[in-house]
Structures are given as C-alpha cells and as structure tokens.
C-alpha cells in the first residue's frame, strides 16, 4: 500500500505547489496590470492615504488643502479649496467620484510625490519603509489672487476670459475663466456644480480651451507679417473708401454697420489704431494668406500653448474647418480668403491664452516668451508695432484701457457671430508700454452692440492696474 | 516544538503591536497558554507522536485569528472561543482513544451513517438555514454549525474502516462488492447537490478516490472516477443557474459591457461590480502584496468608504487578505507550512502498521492539502471559486473544531506507528 501512499502524497504536493506557483503568477507577472485597472478599489484608497501636496498662490495663498477623515483604521486625506471658485479652472479638482481636472491632475506625480525626481522618490520610499504617510511636493503657482479675483468680479454674469502674463518671463498672473465653478461641490453635488454656470455652462476653461474669433485683435498678427515682409512700413499709405474690395464683393468696415466710416487716406499706423479693415484687407491681399500663416505659427498657432495643465484642457489657436478640426492649409492662397484673414475673419478660432502670448511676444521686443524656456524669434519690428499698439489706446479703438500714468498699448477686436447684433468682445494689451510687465487678453462672449474697446478694454485695464500697483 | 509555537505566539505579538496595545499582549499569553496545554496533554497521551503537526496548526491558527482580529476584532475574540473548544475537544479524543484507537473500526458503518445523518441536516426544515446559496447551515439555540466539517471526518473513518476490509474484494472490480461503498458515497452526493455545496463536493469525491486508489491500487478506478465526476459536474451545470454563475465569473470575471445582474435582479451592471466583484477585488488584493506585501495590519481591507474591500474575507478568503499583507514571500513561506503538515501526514501514512491507521492517516491528509487547494486554488483562479473554509486559519467555529479532530486522528496514528517501531 506504500506504493500508492507516495503517489498520493506527491498528488497532494503537487496541489500545494499549484498554489505557490498561482500566487507567484498574481504578486508577480499579473500585478501591474491589475494595479491600473479603474475598479480596483485598493488603488483608490492608496491614492488618497497619500497626504497630497498643498497649491499656492504666488502670494503663499492656499489654494488647495487636504481634510482627514479616518475609514476603517486608514487615515485619508480629501480635497478641499479654500478659495472656492476662485482658481477653479486652473487648480481643477481631485475628487474619488470624479477623478481629476485642471493641475490637479498634470501635476499629479508630483503633488502625491510619485514623480521621478531622485529626491522625491528618496523621500517617498523612506516614508513607505517607514510606513509612515507619503507626502506630496508642495505646488507653487505664479497666479495672482488679487487681480484673479478682480477679473472675475468684472466677469461676474457673464462668459468670457481674462489671461493676464509677464511679458519677459512667461509667469501668467491671471487665468480667469467666466463662469467658474466651486470645486468642493464637485464630490457630492456636482449636479448643482455643473449648473451653476447657467447657460454658458461651466467646467470648461474659457482661458486656454475656449476658442473664438478673434476679430481685429488678430490685425496686430497680420501687421507683423506686413511689416516684416519688408513691402510695407508703419508709414505706407492706404485709400480707404470705407470698404474693400474681395473676389468682385465689398467688404465693409466695421464700426458702426449701418454707416460705414470713410478715413480716405491713411497710414497703416493709423489704419490699426482705427482698426480700420479695407487697409488690413488689402495688405493681406498683397502679402498673402501663406504668409500670414507662416506668422500666426510663430506667435505660436497651430500647437498647444506651452502651459502645465492638461493637454486636453488647452486648445490651439488657427484656422478651423467645419468638422471642427485644426485646418493647416497646404496652398494657402487657394483655400483661404487672404482679406477676411488679415482682419481677423475667415474660420479662425483662438483662445484667450493664445492673444495673451501675442500681446506678451509683442511687448517683449518680438521674443514668444513660454513656459519651459523655450524662446524662439519672432519679429524683430516689434518695436513699431508696440507703437501703433499706444496709439490705439491714447487716441483709438482702446481709449478705455488708459491708466494714469502708464503707458498702455493695446488692440481692440469685436467678432461678428453670425447673430444679428450680438459680437465677442475682444481685448489684448500689455503696459507699461515702455517697460512691459504684463500683457493681457480678454475676451467677453454675447454682448449686443458691444465693442472689444467698450466691453472688454476696461476689465483689461482694472487687472493690469491691479498686477501694476 | 517549542521553538515554533513560539514563532507562531511572535507573529501574533508584533501584528497586534501595530493594530493595538496591551490587551494584544493579554491575547497572545492566552493563546500560547492554551497551546502550552495542548502540548502537554499530547505529551501525556501520545509520548511518540509526530513533533511537528501540532505546532504547525499552533502557527497556522495564530496567523489565521490574527488576520481575523484585523478584520474584525469580535470575531477573532470568538475565533479564540472556537479554538479553546477545538483544544479541548482534541485533548478529549486523545485521551479517549489513546489506548488504542484502532477500536473505532468496529464502528465504521455508524460512523458512516452518523456522517450521512450530519449532511443531511441542513436541508431539514426548522434548523436548516440557506447562506449564499448553499444550504450548509444548522441552526440550534443561537448556534450556527456546519455540519459537513465533521461529516467530513467521519466519512473519512468510515472509509478507512471499510475499504481496510474489503480491499482484496474490491480490487477485483466487481460490482457488486461496491455496493454498500456506492450507496454512502451515492447518498453523500445526493446530500451535496441538495445543500448546492461545491466545495464540499469536490472534496468527499477527492477523498474517496485518493483513498479508494490506495486501497486497491487500481488506477483505473480513479480515471473512471474523474470520468464520472467530469460528466456529473457538466450535468450540475446545465441545470444549476448558482454554478453557471460561479464558472461564469471564473473565466471571465471582467466585462467591458454591462451585464445582467442576477445578485440584483432587472440590474445591469459591469460583472466585475456585480457578481464578481468578490474574486476581482481579491485579485487585486493579492497583486497589492507584490514580493514583500504591505506588512501584517497595513494592509487595504476596506474601502474608500469604509465597508468591507472583499466581502466574506475572514471566512473564504482570509488568503487573499495574508496574501496582500505578507507578499509572496510570506505567501510561499505560509504555502509551505502546509506542505510541511502534508509531508508529515504522508510520513505518517507510510510508518503506520495496519492498513486502518494507514488508510485514516493518508485519508486525514488528503482532506487537509485537498480542502486547502480547493479554496486556495478558487481564489487564485486555477477552478472555479467555491466556498470551503481554510483549514486552521480561516473564520468559522465548525471549522476549527473539525480540523482539531483531524489533528488528533494524525497524532493517535503517528504515536501507535511510532511506538511499534521501536519496541
């Protein structure tokens, strides 16, 4: 019987050994796989016993703190915003139900200290052996609470966005999107977060993944590429019949539609201060959309904008075709209407960050300033466009935007949206003039009869007199 | 001996340190105290018996009531209760039987019917009681009780008894000397099917063929049983929606649609937070232990919201919750404790006189390792899962109490065995 004994034995063996070999298979070759899934709940609780990295303001404001609350013998932190609807675009959330938006979720590794920096993953792995709680790397912003604040309050009720940046070094101070929502609704009442932005809709940012015309903002764009194709300077004259002729059709001016204003002779100085655009609609037909294109990249259309939140919180600023894609014309003078480009017409679409980096690559002599150290040339006659950029402000479009004291320059823009009276009222700016120390784009949705100089040139003063003062 | 009780009293000590204070320390002197007293009445009963078997089940429960004080501290106080009972229940049997234990032969055939009368209990009306879907519940005066944990062990006796006697009979194949084996075995499947116990199935047919085989040494008995019982489990299938089920979230325990929800009728869900959502989370609490595990008492065994991260876990799946806290390390080390009491249990098989000892011996081992895999090997998907206790460790008084038994039994057979060879 002892024959069979041992087989038996060596049966019963061999099922125990399955058993290590099956454990192995789980703790070794399965486990990372199983570690990413959504519904593995121990995931869930690993991130959030993590003591997540604070965010501040420039300013040592906090803008995003941790509450304890004790499950089942585990200590969890959860999010909470003391600034509330403030920075909600920008800071985003980080919620269990929700998942995470805006730099809580680019800056994920860092905030739970998981990055790969050596001293992060020095201290972590000491915390862990430890046991005791990770902590995450604190996140200090450049915003400015103050004149973040403001831009809201001038936005209060309606829908629109102010970015407000240094022009030398890239810092943005203000990314403000209208409406903003209260992040701390969004675990538990994210229905009525969802709401509050009434018609506009809230949890999109307006500031870098809204898109929109940019109407006769976009004419300090075609200005560069007029001025830097060497046909033109700020003193080339123009006849003005109040419209400007395209494809056998006229063009009228904008300004007031009923009456079209009539300038005659004018300079291309004072064709921008006016915003006048039979002038930019012939320079555009002179120079060429090709080359208008070859410009608008270099103010940075047609990527992202170098900023930290996430890629899909950011849209690029070009033309768009109808499906709604990013259009990069192979032959521009075919596909594209060069007249209605060069003021700022045809399908184009950008965001309000995009018009802030045009402002702050003019106000800083020509160089694109980036996040991330990337400068690259853009024109050198910055300068004359700086200029013509006051004047629009001491004695054009932008008289609104004047600050005692301070030079500003700046261009107004007002986008036609197909509905009757109703435009998008556009602002970009920096000051002082002479001495740029921010730049700034505003853009404000819906406003019947409302003029970029009317609507939005004021909110753009307020906030760089707040960053200024 | 001593040297592992020991480690099974630190391992208890130090995971207590970390969950608790003092009252950890009160625990532990209780718990050694009680395996101190286990000690000597093996001592005075069975001088010879085999040294390694009863600090292994000291070891083995201590990490089990350990785990279970982590889960949940009330049950691990009536875990310690069970454990006292199981003690002393095996302290009764060895001094009872320690003459000669042999003597129980003569009552094969009660026991075999006593274990058929304990299987049958639960689907009787009154004191039976229906726990997710397997009616394996006796219910008594506020008691609860599995009866089939020690039907178990009683089968076993029955079978060692019997096949002892008949083995030249039976190894000629015919029929009709199966016939008294048929009919208790026939019963006891019939009983299981009704209780729609699994696990429980699988392991009586395990042990029947493991020791039928050993009886007689005809292999084919074994192919024609595997034969039989593939061609049975196919048919309970077909018919039995709660096995459809089970073998459903074994091979495909994840859906990327929605699916019918059959634990919330007229529900869709995504299988793996529905029926499931049992196994997937133990998975994914096993893969969390990684090589080195979280560490005893730091483990993630409850969720984000505070209730329970594997529903059940003291009871079926204590493992995946070891697993998570002592890594494959400590999971291997714990896999190979178990093997340590299967070779000890096999080694006694083999050094044991008569072929009752040795076919009690080699049957008792068997359950032990077979029962281990069946729920190990469900929870780690190598079969479908099936609800089944892990001996000495897992929740569950019934459990603790069979296994002491079975312990005994081992210890009885290891000291005759021992005792001959040296005269």
């Known amino acids: ?469 | 001996m001593g040297a592992l009780t020991v480690v099974g009293f630190a391992s208890v000590y130090i995971a207590r340190q970390s969950v608790v204070s003092t009252a950890s320390l009160t625990y532990a002197a209780i718990f050694f105290g009680v395996f101190l007293v286990a000690h000597f009445v093996a001592r005075a009963t069975v001088p010879f018996a085999d040294p390694y078997l009863l600090p292994i089940a000291g070891l083995l429960s201590a990490l089990g009531v350990t785990e279970i004080y982590r889960l949940s501290p009330d049950s691990a106080f009536r875990q310690g209760f069970w454990i006292i009972a199981g003690v002393v229940l095996f302290a009764g049997v060895l001094f009872l039987l320690r003459y000669d234990y042999r003597r129980i032969e003569s009552y094969k055939y009660l026991f075999g019917l006593t274990a058929i009368g304990l299987l049958a209990l639960p689907i009787l009306p009154v004191v039976g009681q229906t726990v997710n879907g397997s009616r394996l519940w006796v219910h008594a005066g506020g008691l609860q009780f599995q009866p089939g944990e020690l039907a178990k062990i009683m089968l076993i006796v029955f079978l060692a008894g019997y096949l002892r006697e008949k083995r030249e009979v039976l190894a000629q194949g015919r029929l009709k000397d199966f016939g008294p084996l048929l009919v208790i075995w026939g019963m006891a499947i019939l009983v299981l099917l009704e209780t729609r116990d699994l696990g429980g199935g699988l392991l009586y047919f395990g042990i029947f063929l493991a020791m039928l085989f050993v009886a007689t040494g005809r292999l084919a008995f074994v192919a024609i049983g595997l034969v039989l019982f593939l061609v049975g489990s196919l048919g309970v299938w077909k018919v039995t929606p709660h096995v459809q089920e089970r073998v459903t979230d074994w091979r495909h325990p994840w859906t990327s649609h929605p699916v019918y929800c059959p634990s919330a009728p007229g529900h869709l869900a995504l299988r793996q937070n529905c029926q499931s959502y049992q196994i997937v989370q133990s998975m994914y609490s096993i893969a969390h232990g990684g090589y080195t595990g979280t560490g005893l008492g730091r483990g993630t065994v409850t969720t984000l919201g505070g209730s329970e991260l594997i529903p059940y876990a003291k009871t079926d799946f204590i493992f995946s919750v070891i697993a998570q806290e002592v890594g494959l390390v400590g999971t291997a080390a714990f896999l190979l404790v178990y093997m340590v009491f299967v070779l000890r249990g096999i080694r006694i098989a083999l050094l044991a006189q008569d072929g009752f000892s040795k076919l009690l011996a080699l049957g008792l081992t068997f359950a032990f390792a077979l029962q281990a895999f069946i729920i190990v090997g469900g929870i780690l998907r190598i079969i479908p899962l099936t609800g089944i206790t892990l001996p000495f460790v897992s929740y569950g008084g019934s459990s603790v109490v069979a296994n002491f038994v079975l312990l005994a039994g081992l210890l009885l057979v290891s000291n005759r065995a021992n005792r001959e060879a040296l005269r």
């Open chain 1, 1 to 469: 019987m002892n024959k069979q004994i041992s087989q038996v034995g060596v049966a019963a063996l061999v099922l125990i050994a399955a058993l290590i070999v099956g454990t192995t298979y789980w703790q070794t070759w399965a486990n990372a796989g199983l570690a990413d899934r959504q519904d593995n709940a121990i995931r869930l609780v690993a991130q959030f016993s993590i003591k997540r990295g604070k965010i501040y303001a420039s300013d040592g404001t906090l803008l995003a703190a941790n509450v304890t609350k004790h499950v089942g013998g585990q200590t969890l932190y959860f999010r909470r915003y003391p600034t509330g609807p403030i920075f909600s675009d920008v800071v985003g959330y980080s919620t269990q139900s929700r998942n995470q938006t805006g730099l809580e979720r680019s800056y994920n590794d860092y905030l739970t200290g998981s990055n790969a920096n050596l001293d992060t993953v020095f201290h972590a792995t000491l915390d862990r052996l430890k046991g005791s709680t990770v902590q995450g790397n604190n996140v200090y912003l450049t915003l400015r609470p103050g004149a973040q604040a403001l831009a809201l309050r001038e936005l209060r009720g309606k829908c629109g966005a102010v970015v407000a940046m240094n022009p030398s070094t890239g810092a943005v101070y203000v990314l403000a999107s209208s409406p903003p929502y209260n992040p701390n609704l969004i675990e538990k009442h994210y229905q009525q977060a969802l709401r509050s932005g009434g018609k506009c809709g809230a949890l999109l940012n307006r500031a870098t993944a809204g898109k929109y015309q940019p109407g006769s903002s976009f004419k300090v764009v075609t200005a560069t590429a007029a001025l830097n194709s060497g046909r033109f300077t700020p003193d080339s004259t123009f006849y003005d019949p109040g419209y400007c002729e395209e494809y056998g059709k006229q063009v009228r001016n904008a300004g007031n539609p009923e009456a079209p204003e009539t300038f005659g002779n004018v300079t291309l100085s004072t064709g921008l201060v006016h915003s006048i655009n039979s002038v930019f609609c012939n320079i555009g037909k002179a120079i060429g959309a090709g080359l208008i294109i070859d410009y608008m990249k270099r103010y940075g259309f047609y990527k992202l904008p170098p900023l930290e939140t996430p890629e899909n919180e950011r849209a690029a600023s070009g033309l768009y075709d109808r499906h709604g894609r990013l259009f990069d014309p192979r032959h521009p003078e075919t596909q594209v209407d060069p007249g209605r480009l060069a003021f700022g017409q045809e399908r184009l679409q950008v965001t309000p960050l995009q018009m802030a980096m045009v402002a702050a690559t003019v106000a800083n002599n020509g160089l694109e300033v980036q996040p991330y150290l990337v400068q690259r040339v853009v024109s050198p006659h910055a300068r004359e466009i700086n200029s013509m950029m006051q004047l629009v402000v001491t004695g054009g479009t932008g008289t609104a935007a004047q600050i005692s004291g301070v030079p500003v320059a700046g261009k107004t823009g007002t986008a036609e949206t197909g509905v009757g009276d109703i435009y998008t009222a556009w602002f970009i700016a920096f000051a002082p003039a002479d001495h740029p120390k921010v730049a700034v784009a505003v853009v404000v949705e819906n406003q019947p009869g409302g003029f970029g100089g009317k609507v939005s040139a004021p909110i753009a003063k307020d906030v760089m007199e707040a960053l200024l003062r």
